[in-house]
């Protein structure tokens, strides 16, 4: 890294020590922060685990492994993100809000360097691709239907062969 980059990373470091410890700790006491701290800090944690548990341990969805001969993966880069992953609750807004457009896990995967502002546009043609290319667009409609998904798989997953 050069020195701007390691004068950015300690500046960004030493403001989010103060903004996030001291100066909550001597407005509130270490009591209360601790307390507010890891409640902030075991729902943004739950939350992610939500999405990410939606977006790729649900039915349907691919864990490929490489081919033993060449130690590469079976598809390409796009095929490989759409097998892999789902999308869920993608037409409500409220949840779209809250986890930031990663409902939207395939778009996410295919255009990480896009707003998710407009994946509910991509969506519908990455969905027409898919089509034509027989691939499965792998979509639960509502939150409830993704966890059943989830609930399912793992219920699978524990069998014992």
Known sequence: M???D???????????????????ICLLGFTKWIIG???????????LSIVF?????????HFPLPVEDTNQMPD???AH????????ATRNKVISWLVGGLNFQIEHHLFPKISHVHYPAISEIVRE????????????PTMRQAVSAHVR?????GKYD
């Open 81 to 88: 993100q759409i097998k892999t992953t789902a999308n869920f």
């Open 153 to 157: 798989f793992l219920r699978q997953m």
């Open 53 to 61: 548990q939606m977006a790729h341990t649900v039915e349907h969805t």
């Open 37 to 47: 701290f890891l409640v902030m800090t075991m729902f943004a944690g739950f939350v």
């Open 2 to 4: 050069s020195f701007g």
């Open 6 to 24: 390691h004068l950015e990373f300690w500046l960004v470091k030493i403001y989010h020590a103060a903004a996030f410890v001291v100066l909550p």
């Open 129 to 140: 691709v898919c089509s034509e290319y027989q691939l499965q667009y792998l979509e639960y």
């Open 76 to 78: 390409e880069f796009a």
